[in-house]
């Protein structure tokens, strides 16, 4: 298993009560188990939403919102996909159209041109902190529809069929995001693994 | 590097190569150092997001069902105003109905459509009301 696909099962397991039993009792009322519903699943949406939109000051927001749609779906929720894949879908939306109103406010906090690789000091050996560091601000200066199939496939640790799926995109165009996106990242990071040499 | 190879290094991380791409793409990689190091590079970036770990601020729950409560409240306030409305709208629409009937009712009877057959008012009260000013009334 994957480290990614690890750490998204790697759910709130404190509370053994099953998901479909949480939803069941939530459904009547109970918000004491709708609570460990958002305690199980909130890293999960944290690591989607941050992924998309940076250590912002909205994504607590958007966070907050995944479940809140979640609470007014209730009802109509059937478990057709897994609770987990039912809630990056409503983070993944979410998150898009954060990046469309901030595109709309021309506030976007980092752009292309914004993406400085060349002044950390690189590192040879293992992935270190400033490693991470420069790849999340490449991430930033993808375009947000290949930046969704980055976070999907390779921070939430979905299969790329998987992806597919949360986006309502074809298989093939999900690779050939994914092959244009990694491309994009190469390009931004190589700078900076020059000088690692 | 050829574009090729780079597909076939891409498409092997996130999708099935057949025998003959895969054994391709093992070829490219022996003959360059460099493709060697591109591919290294890319894992490492891949390796780089795939051990991400993002948590929002603590209290994150209990800040989800306030916001939960809070629009249960905004909702139910929504469901009142909306309730109110649509009663308002039926008593106004029945009002509408029975004065038309009432005013029809009078033509009917006498032939007439005005506020004296509508209210039932003589002639003499009818230019009372109208020539007194409503702050008279009123005092």
Known sequence: MEPSALKRSRADISNPTSDEELIALAKVGDNDAFRVLVKRYQNQVASTVIGMLGDSSETDDVGQETFVRFHRALTDFRGESGLGTYLTRIAINLSLNELKRRRRRRNFFV??????????????????????????????ALQPDHRAVIVLRLIDGYS?????????LPLGTVLSRLARAQDRL????????RGAR | M???????????????LNPGEQAELEQALSLSAEFRAEQER???IRE?????????????????????????RSASMVNLIESLHLMFRRALLVGSVA?????TLNFVDGGEISLRAAFGMSAQET????QTPLESVME
């Open chain 2, 2 to 16: 050829k574009k090729r190879d780079i597909e076939l290094l891409y498409r092997s991380l996130d999708d099935d």
């Open chain 2, 48 to 72: 780089g997001l795939s051990t991400q770990e993002h948590q929002f601020d603590p209290f994150f729950d209990a800040r989800v069902m306030q916001r939960i409560a809070s629009s249960s």
């Open chain 2, 42 to 44: 890319l894992l490492k």
């Open chain 1, 111 to 140: 752009s292309d041109d914004q993406v400085v690789v060349e002044n950390v000091e690189a590192k040879s050996d293992g992935l270190g902190f400033e490693e991470k560091e420069m790849i999340n601000r490449s991430l930033k």
């Open chain 2, 99 to 103: 004065g038309l009937l009432l005013l």
């Open chain 1, 186 to 193: 190469r390009s931004i990071m190589e700078p900076y693994y």
């Open chain 1, 160 to 168: 790329t069929r998987e992806t597919a799926e949360i986006l309502k």
């Open chain 2, 127 to 130: 230019v009372y009301v109208m």
